[in-house]
């Protein structure tokens, strides 16, 4: 059981972006950010008291699959829902939106 769920988590894990190359559905993804995260998250996604910079290295470090994952699954124990009731393509417009924060060096 505990190997299927594994298997089950490494799969959504190397999962690509269906609209990696589909830069007009980043406005959508903009405004579910804005509807959905930005109150935790910032306007700019870097970060308030609530929840962290979404900007960071480490996080734009994670393939897209993984932040997938997470805005599936959240991290309920630690105050970051679970997003798993929007649809998956508006989740994925949210990962093309985590991208776009990357940060300024
Ligand atoms: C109620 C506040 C809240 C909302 C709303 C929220 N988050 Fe979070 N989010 C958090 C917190 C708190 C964490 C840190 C959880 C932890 O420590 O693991 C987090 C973590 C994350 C992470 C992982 C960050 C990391 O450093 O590992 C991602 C990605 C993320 N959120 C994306 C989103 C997206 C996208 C949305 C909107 C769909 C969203 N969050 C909405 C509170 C929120």
């Given at each position: 059981m505990k190997i299927l769920l594994l298997l089950a988590l490494f799969a959504q894990a190397e999962?690509?972006?269906?609209?990696?190359?589909?830069?007009?559905a980043l406005p959508g993804g903009a405004k579910l950010f804005k509807q959905k995260c930005a109150m935790c998250h910032g306007e700019d996604g870097r970060g308030t008291s609530k929840a962290p910079d979404l900007s960071r290295d480490e996080l734009q470090a994670l393939s897209d699959g993984e932040l997938f994952q997470k805005i599936t699954g959240g991290n309920v124990r630690r105050?970051?829902?679970?997003?798993?009731?929007?649809p998956e393509l508006q989740r994925w417009q949210l990962v093309l939106k985590l991208r776009s924060l990357v940060k300024a060096h």
């Open positions: 999962r690509v972006n269906p609209l990696a190359s589909r830069p007009d105050d970051m829902p679970s997003f798993s009731n929007i």
